[in-house]
Each structure stands twice: as C-alpha cells, then as structure tokens.
Nanobody, 127 residues
Framework: QVQLVESGGGSVQAGGSLRLSCVISGYRFSTACMAWFRHIPRKEREVLAFIDSFGTTELDESVKGRFSISRDNAKNTLYLQMNTLKPEDTAMYYC?????????????????????WGQGTQVTVSS
C-alpha cells in the first residue's frame, strides 16, 4: 500500500522559511515522479512544483524564486523548501506521487485520481 506522510508545516511570520518533508513507502520512490500541491480554502488545488526521477524540476510561476523542490532517494523523502513566505501562501500542502502511466511533467488540471496523496500539512503565514 502506498503511503505518503508530510511533515514540517506550521505557523511562521511573513518573510520566514519552512521546509516540508514527505516520506513515501510502498512505492518505488527512486523512479517516481513527484509533486507538491497546495489547497487554499475556496480555491482549486494547485500544483506548485514537480521533480522527476532524474532530478529535473519545474516550479509554478507563483512560487518560482522562493520555493524549491528536491528529493533524497536514499531516504525515500521529498522536500519543499519555502523561503520568503507570504500570507497568501497560507494553505494545506500536499505531496503527491504520479501513478504509473501518468505523464511525468508539471501539468495543471490533472484529476486527483492520477496521484497518490499524503494527508497534507498546514502552513500558516501571518503578516
């Protein structure tokens, strides 16, 4: 059974930093395409960052220059480093593993059924 467990969320003041982690089990992480999403209440869940098995990354324009995605295959762990946080970054953050057969690219609009999901970790940024 595939399990993804996020951690590292919390409350921080604007301008601060957080690093989110996501540990994956029951899945061949080293060859998996992975992504971070976030969900702001009353808005659509949005994809923020993507990394493939070779370490190629892509970030959404809304977080480019502030966030970075990385992975440690030895630890089966995905990371999201978030710097210069803003109040509008307040959201529930989710890591996701692309299911087999789903194109490995940063794609918006893919239905949630195309991924395995973690339970999410809350990030709150105060001004």
């Amino acid at each position: 059974q595939v399990q993804l467990v996020e951690s590292g969320g919390g409350s921080v003041q604007a301008g601060g930093s957080l690093r989110l982690s996501c540990v994956i089990s029951g899945y061949r992480f080293s060859t998996a395409c992975m992504a971070w999403f976030r969900h702001i209440p009353r808005k659509e869940r949005e994809v923020l960052a993507f990394i493939d098995s070779f370490g190629t990354t892509e970030l959404d324009e809304s977080v480019k220059g502030r966030f970075s995605i990385s992975r440690d295959n030895a630890k089966n762990t995905l990371y999201l480093q978030m710097n210069t946080l803003k109040p509008e970054d307040t959201a529930m953050y989710y890591c996701a593993a692309y299911k087999p057969g789903v194109p490995c690219a940063l794609q918006r609009g893919l239905g949630p059924g195309n991924f395995y999901w973690g339970q999410g970790t809350q990030v709150t940024v105060s001004s």
